[in-house]
């Protein structure tokens, strides 16, 4: 077992990495002084596959475990669908020594933690990702909320889950397309903070796509270490370091919006964007040719789509303008200076943008 811990003073968390444990789920929650009622969200997929793993690890350590199915998919990250859980909490009779588990992917881990901050004021909470994008990403770092039609993610706050347990046995149930957009994430944190990750990443590409023991348990662990030290350094991106976490993001929630969220993954959107990124980057003259070229066969050799066609530059713009970050007016991108260092800019060119949306 593999323990990380997230500094942020009295919000201080662990990740917990192991595999085969999510029945050790309920001592670990009894660990950290969790009591009484404990609400688990998740999908009917999901609850099938592990939810009477976990409700009996907790019933075993004193808690009453109780359900809260929620629909599958991009599309049900809704105010609508967060207005149901408070239906349900409050039909529970949840009180505020009460807590929620996220049981799932990254949907799910958004939804349940928006859901905790928001209900009686904040509840506690606990992340138990079941799929690798949520494991390295979502899970971990405190962004929760939902989507609008306008845009993703508009709607949140920024909420510390009180504990992360990720269970690496979890991904050997996981859709393939599943597990290739996580990879996507996991590319991001190579290129925006450590050069060595990303050479290890395209040395033992295959041992991962095969799903073998260590080398998940070190993608996954080293991916959580990059991310909370940088989440300890600007817990909600006030100093602007936490943008770097964006890379790709700019460019991926536009394709996820103007797609209406049911053709791409988010990770596959995110490697799209970051291959977008590194264009604009390169045609900005912040990076070589040759960092943009990395990037995309890394991705390509994943299995990856890192070209998009027909997308409109105005319309992307349009989307763009309603991103969280942007400033004054400005649209900020997340761009490569080299493997391993990233910048944030919002000194772009109009031309340069539109080149790299129409040569996609």
């Given at each position: 077992?593999?323990?990380?811990?997230?500094?942020?003073?009295?919000?201080?968390?662990?990740?917990?990495?192991?595999?085969?444990?999510?029945?050790?789920?309920?001592?670990?929650?009894?660990?950290?002084?969790?009591?009484?009622?404990?609400?688990?969200?998740?999908?009917?997929?999901?609850?099938?596959?592990?939810?009477?793993?976990?409700?009996?690890?907790?019933?075993?350590?004193?808690?009453?475990?109780?359900t809260i199915l929620i629909p599958d998919g991009e599309r049900y990250k809704t105010l609508k669908t967060v207005s149901d859980i408070y239906d349900k909490l409050i039909s529970y009779k949840i009180e505020r020594n009460s807590s929620l588990i996220a049981l799932g992917g990254g949907v799910i881990g958004d939804i349940t933690g928006?859901?905790?901050?928001?209900?009686?004021?904040?509840?506690?909470?606990?992340?138990?990702?079941?799929?690798?994008?949520?494991?390295?990403?979502?899970?971990?770092?405190?962004?929760?909320?939902?989507?609008?039609?306008?845009g993703k993610n508009l709607i949140g706050a920024f909420y510390q889950p009180r504990l992360v347990v990720i269970d690496i046995a979890t991904l050997q149930s996981l859709p393939k397309r599943e597990f290739l957009a996580g990879m996507g994430e996991i590319v991001k944190y190579g290129v925006i903070a450590d050069e060595g990750f990303?050479?290890?990443?395209?040395?033992?590409?295959?041992?991962?796509?095969?799903?073998?023991?260590?080398?998940?348990?070190?993608?996954?662990?080293?991916?959580?270490?990059?991310?909370?030290?940088?989440?300890?350094?600007?817990?909600?991106?006030?100093?602007?370091?936490?943008?770097?976490?964006?890379?790709?993001?700019?460019?991926?929630?536009?394709?996820?919006?103007?797609?209406?969220?049911?053709?791409?993954?988010?990770?596959?959107?995110?490697?799209?964007?970051?291959?977008?990124?590194?264009?604009?980057?390169?045609?900005?003259?912040?990076?070589?040719?040759?960092?943009?070229?990395?990037?995309?066969?890394?991705?390509?050799?994943?299995?990856?789509?890192?070209?998009?066609?027909?997308?409109?530059?105005?319309?992307?713009?349009?989307?763009?303008?309603?991103?969280?970050?942007?400033?004054?007016?400005?649209?900020?991108?997340?761009?490569?200076?080299?493997?391993?260092?990233?910048?944030?800019?919002?000194?772009?060119?109009?031309?340069?943008?539109?080149?790299?949306?129409?040569?996609?």
């Amino acid at each position: 077992m593999e323990r990380i811990k997230v500094a942020l003073e009295d919000r201080s968390y662990d990740i917990i990495i192991c595999s085969d444990c999510i029945k050790d789920t309920g001592r670990h929650l009894k660990d950290i002084g969790l009591k009484d009622k404990i609400c688990i969200v998740t999908n009917s997929k999901i609850n099938k596959l592990y939810g009477r793993k976990i409700t009996e690890s907790l019933k075993k350590a004193g808690f009453l475990p109780l359900t809260i199915l929620i629909p599958d998919g991009e599309r049900y990250k809704t105010l609508k669908t967060v207005s149901d859980i408070y239906d349900k909490l409050i039909s529970y009779k949840i009180e505020r020594n009460s807590s929620l588990i996220a049981l799932g992917g990254g949907v799910i881990g958004d939804i349940t933690g928006f859901a905790a901050a928001t209900f009686l004021r904040g509840i506690p909470y606990v992340q138990a990702p079941t799929t690798l994008l949520a494991q390295v990403d979502s899970s971990v770092g405190g962004k929760t909320g939902v989507n609008h039609k306008k845009g993703k993610n508009l709607i949140g706050a920024f909420y510390q889950p009180r504990l992360v347990v990720i269970d690496i046995a979890t991904l050997q149930s996981l859709p393939k397309r599943e597990f290739l957009a996580g990879m996507g994430e996991i590319v991001k944190y190579g290129v925006i903070a450590d050069e060595g990750f990303l050479n290890y990443l395209e040395e033992n590409l295959s041992g991962i796509l095969s799903l073998k023991k260590d080398k998940l348990l070190h993608i996954i662990k080293r991916s959580c270490e990059i991310k909370a030290r940088v989440v300890e350094e600007d817990e909600r991106e006030a100093t602007g370091k936490r943008a770097i976490l964006n890379f790709g993001h700019t460019f991926g929630h536009a394709i996820e919006t103007i797609t209406g969220y049911k053709k791409y993954k988010h990770g596959e959107a995110v490697a799209i964007g970051m291959v977008m990124a590194a264009k604009l980057a390169f045609q900005m003259n912040i990076c070589d040719v040759h960092v943009y070229l990395r990037i995309k066969r890394l991705l390509n050799r994943i299995g990856l789509q890192t070209e998009i066609q027909k997308l409109d530059s105005k319309e992307v713009l349009k989307i763009m303008q309603l991103d969280k970050k942007v400033s004054e007016g400005r649209i900020k991108f997340v761009l490569p200076k080299r493997i391993g260092e990233a910048i944030t800019s919002s000194d772009w060119n109009i031309e340069d943008f539109k080149k790299v949306i129409k040569n996609m």
